[in-house]
């Protein structure tokens, strides 16, 4: 076991060197200079409503914070219109929801798209309609249940 | 350039079919993003009687950020600065996506029915307005009828 141990730890450093050295070579000369359209389709985040910057360029804290939110609004439920709801018009794209539109709730019950509302809740955790902070709620929403 | 999107055509439509009392905005003829806008001074303000001009543009993100909004009509006023930056909440941070052209042009004219010198964007006329708010309301009608009168 002992052995086994020692072995890969050194296989390791040496491969981590190995790698280090060739991937900048690599990069630079076989690849070249990223294309245009590769620099434009990065996904670009928003970790304050004000704030944009490329997934590449996110701070550890904004990462943690991205990550989050991520998982978060996966708690927020989901559905299919059903044509029964008052509002009828989702006020973030101003188009009338149809039937078997994906929609989602929050925990205000306030409905949008689930594209919509997505994009919004990824830059802020509020309700644009209430402005109600949908994380406080959510997390209510877990003690009284 | 990519293709208008509908929330843009329909606020469009809505403002042209349902106009806002005191407010005109017109899309331009080359750039349907950028809005020329008229707002008519509150009554019972120091504005009133005005007619301030101002600039409204919907950045490629709207609704998902606000749009960008500038007076161009000189204004004598404690939030707006004298490149005509605005001081406004949901300008900035308070921004949502349920908000709209319409409601983003009537708090800027509520803005000049309430001005706010804590939240001071031009200082000298904010700190004017506290110590003395007769002489700053005076130089507010002054400013209206030097610059938002003459047409």
Known sequence: MGNCLKGSSADDISLLRGSESTADSSSSDQLGPPPPYRVESLPVYYPSPNISRPVTQLTEEEQVKIAKRLGLIQHLPTGIYDGCKKNRECVICMVEFQMEDCVRYLPCMHTYHVKCIDDWLMRSFTCPSCMEPVDAALLTSYETN | MAALPRRIIKETQRLLQEPVPGISAVPDDANARYFHVIVTGPEDSPFEGG???????????????APKVRFITKIYHPNIDRLGRICLDILKDKWSPALQIRTV???????????????????????????????????????????????
Do not use: C, G, H
């Open chain 2, 51 to 65: 007619l301030f001009k101002l600039e409204l543009f919907l950045p490629e993100d709207y609704p998902m950020s």
């Open chain 2, 105 to 151: 042009l009537l708090s800027i004219q509520a803005l000049l029915s309430a001005p706010n010198p804590d939240d001071p964007l031009a200082n000298d006329v904010a700190e004017l307005w506290k110590v003395n708010e007769v002489e700053a309301i005076r130089n507010a009608k002054e400013w209206t009828r030097r610059y938002a009168m003459d047409n």
